[in-house]
């Protein structure tokens, strides 16, 4: 009865594609991984041992972060284009000619050397990664744009010249916003637009160039999962940084005086102010949403499914007039009525754009509404197991078994305490959960409750199971920071040079060696 009313719904094309059965998988950041080509960070082509690992451990799911980029911001949140690789990702060892770099195993080797600090060290990183491709990208740029490949892509993107040039004036300008920039940088008309392409030609030619190998090394990861029945979930933020290329070159998409965040809320008594400019969905919907299916198609390029950020503010969004406080801002649309109906249209656009299955990240305070909307269009909400509670009853928790099937079961996500940080950090909640679980509590979380939480994650009523990777590297303490805290990805509205840092300690090659640890995952996931 479920597998028939989800091939009926509005994702059934999608459903059909993945299969309506139970997925498991695993989920971290690209930048976390570190392997023996690595040159000082997590590369795209570090994701091909993680796709045997899963396959081997018997999950068929492969989660990530977002993979836009961002330039010199670590979060992958704050992208500078909707469509763009980051080629801070960029597998260097796997670029073609890499040998006519002179001495270029002398700098390969400095850069896997990056490797070795505990945390990701983004300046250092930054300027030896860019001056090694500067001088690989005299070396073979001639080369590789003439081949019919190169054009093809080009032809293919739209998007490019906007963005490398984008990114080319932004250098130039010491990064500031696009908003101080002169008149004709700042508000290029079509023929100063062609103009500026031949002034930063080189540089455009640089990031195109960029951008090219991004996206055939990404390529090249989609069709290795698929060979390996892998899914890859991408991430889609639902916002955009207003130093983006796409706030400057298509500013008419978007209401600049205006910024998104959140009421205030228990976890925030000022509600938050986040700073990226809201979309102008009427301007969008005359254009048939020309721009965000341009985007879904980019996505589809390289992920199976994806997970949509914050996907009420589709619905509705919190609405702060630019300069004034979070507080003082209002749900936009403004009339109730209009949110089911417009986050149901929005939905429908993007069901209809991409053959990928999206899932929404519905956490927080979203309407009973919302939920029963996705519900019905096929699309699955997300269940933290430590939020789902009776909340307007005894407050208990509700029963993995009870989960709505339309949707993803996991423990924690990227901005949220591990397991282990929860059960210290809130003992409240730990003693409640340990009480209806008929445990004596302690303090401390054992190996053998992390197991069991674990263990009903992958046995929900869910349809899918993602953790996230270091909650079943907890299960072996050398493979993890003495300090749980140093586990956190990401703590939200805090600002600190450890967000978006976090380093796996075992390299992809010694998790593809760890027969412990993949039988101790194969274990959780079978009944």
């Known amino acids: 009865m479920l597998e028939g009313s989800l091939l009926r719904s509005p994702a059934g094309k999608q459903w059909k594609k993945i299969g309506v059965y139970p997925h498991h998988g695993i989920a971290f950041p690209l930048f976390s991984l570190h392997s023996e080509k690595s040159s000082g960070i997590g590369e795209y082509p570090d994701l091909l041992p993680m796709i045997d690992f899963c396959k081997e451990v018997g999950m068929d799911v492969l989660q990530l972060l977002p993979l836009n980029d961002t330039g010199p911001d670590p979060s992958p949140y704050n992208g500078i284009s909707a469509f763009a690789l980051n080629p801070l990702f960029l597998g260097i060892r796997d670029l073609p000619s890499i040998e006519k770099v002179p001495d270029y195993q002398e700098k390969l080797a400095a850069l896997h050397a990056l490797c070795a600090s505990v945390r990701i060290q983004y300046p250092d990183l930054i300027v030896k990664r860019k001056k090694f491709l500067r001088e690989y990208f005299e070396l073979v740029f001639k080369e590789i744009s003439q081949t019919s490949d190169y054009k093809k892509f080009i032809e293919k993107h ?8 984008f990114k080319a004036i932004k250098e130039s300008q010491n990064w500031q916003p696009w908003e101080t920039w002169p008149g004709r940088l700042r508000s290029p008309s079509e023929k100063q637009f062609e103009e500026l392409l031949e002034e930063y030609r080189e540089s455009v030619d640089y990031h195109t160039f960029l951008q090219y190998f991004c996206f055939r090394q990404m390529k ?42 959140s009421p205030p809320d228990a976890f925030a008594e000022a509600g938050q102010e986040w700073g990226f400019p809201l979309y102008d ?14 985007r879904l198609k980019v996505v589809s390029e390289f992920y199976h499914l994806y997970r949509i950020d914050h996907v009420v503010g589709f619905f509705r969004i919190w609405a702060i007039p630019l300069g004034r406080k979070a507080n003082e801002g209002a749900y936009l649309p403004a009339d109730e009525r209009m949110w089911i109906p417009q986050g149901k249209k929005i939905m429908k656009m993007m069901l209809e754009a991409a053959p990928l299955l999206p899932i929404g990240e519905d956490l927080g305070t979203v309407p009973d ?39 993803m079961t996991t423990v924690s996500t990227h901005d949220s305490d ?33 197991e069991e939480i674990l263990r009903d994650s992958h046995h929900s009523s869910s349809l899918f199971h993602i953790n996230l990777l270091m909650e079943y590297l907890a299960h072996f303490p050398a493979l993890i920071s003495s300090n749980p805290q140093d586990e956190r990805i990401n703590v939200p509205g805090r600002s600190s040079t450890l967000n978006w840092t976090y380093r796996f300690r075992s390299s992809t090659e010694e998790l593809l060696r760890n027969e412990p640890l993949k039988t101790f995952i194969r274990s959780v996931i079978v009944d």
């Not at 739209?158 to 040039?165: I, Q």
């Open 281 to 294: 969905w009427q301007e969008m919907e005359k254009h048939r949403y020309e721009w965000w299916e341009t």
């Open 418 to 450: 591990t397991i282990q940080l929860w059960w210290r950090h809130a003992p409240k909640e730990a003693k409640h959960f340990a009480y209806e679980k008929g445990w004596d509590y302690k303090p401390f979380l054992t190996l053998e409750q992390n």
């Open 158 to 165: 739209s998007w490019l010249p906007a963005y490398a040039l």
């Open 369 to 407: 509404e919302v939920r029963q909307a996705l519900t019905e269009l096929g699309i699955p909400g997300t269940k933290v197991m430590r939020w789902e509670r009776k909340w307007h009853e005894d407050r208990s928790f509700i029963p993995h078994q009870e989960y709505n099937p339309v949707s």
């Open 220 to 261: 090249e990861v989609k069709e290795a999962a698929q060979k390996k029945g892998v899914l890859l979930k991408g991430d889609v933020p639902i916002l955009l940084s207003r130093n983006s290329a796409d706030v400057w070159w298509d500013r008419h998409y978007f209401l600049l005086h205006m910024v998104a965040g």
